[in-house]
């Protein structure tokens, strides 16, 4: 049987709330599901976090209250955070980014977590 975990759209306004309610969902409270957009790959791919029959949907409900909280004002934020903590080789991609961010241009970081979901679990996610 399919296991169908639910993330309440309206409470996701940051990056940091999508990592605790994806955890909670899959997991239980306190439960982890990836806490930076790499983990949540692995996890999706089958590492740790990920339900164990891998016969599992992610419905998104009011995904549009995201995807509004984690457009460029969010992303803007999240590359800030980035460029802070990066390898000095990765600055000038990193500040492009933001730039753009800044100015209304480019993928959001809703958009990420959409493209990790396509990319390493085609199917699971249901935008509702």
Known sequence: ????????????RTLEDFWRI????????????????????????????HPDDGDYVVEWRDHQASRENLSYPETARQLEIRLSRCHPSNRPAVSAELAAARTGQGPTVFDWLIEIFEERAPGVLQLQ
């Open 1 to 12: 049987m399919t296991a169908t975990y639910v993330l309440d759209g309206t409470r996701v």
């Open 22 to 49: 994806v955890g909670e969902a899959v997991n239980g409270p306190g439960g982890y599901f990836g806490r930076n957009l790499d983990a949540l790959a692995d996890c999706l791919s089958g590492g740790l976090g």
